[in-house]
């Protein structure tokens, strides 16, 4: 099975066949406490519920996750593409990963960024690190936007070697 060689294939749910999907996934199955699974893991929704925020950020023009709304746990039917975001799901609803908890004390956010997957430009890079690791100071400022440089470098880099 390719799960068992390919990282990639890990993260593949086909909403189609839940079934062999629940059965047959080595890891996606499992961290999401999939309904149909033999045991479900108590503490991946106390942790993520425990989370102060658990920011999920979708591309516009991804072309690896497919599809895109996915990256917000949202489910879309293959033949129709109706797509049902995450909170008219029975995961969000009987809170399976933690993720309605985190919700209601404003944890949960949604976000998109225009490009391809991982296509961080500088000041969408920035944004992030100040929306969500923002500092005080200008003072910070400056340390923070050299990490936000030095992780884009490294993310170039990463893509350049694939």
Known sequence: MAQGTLVPAQYYRDPEQLEDYVVGSNWLADINNEKGR?????????????????????????????????????????????????????????????LRKLDEKGGLVFREMEGKHMELDEEGLADIFTEFFGPADKASWQAVSETAQRTLQAIEEAWEDL
Request: proline share 2%; glycine share 6%.
């Open 38 to 98: 033999e045991t479900r893991n108590a503490s991946y929704a106390a942790n993520v519920a425990a989370l102060e925020t658990f920011a999920m950020y979708v591309f516009t023009k991804d072309q690896t996750v497919v599809p895109k709304e996915s990256g917000w746990f949202a489910e879309v039917n293959g033949t129709t593409g109706e797509v049902t975001h995450l909170r008219n799901r029975t995961m969000y609803e009987e809170d399976w990963l933690g």
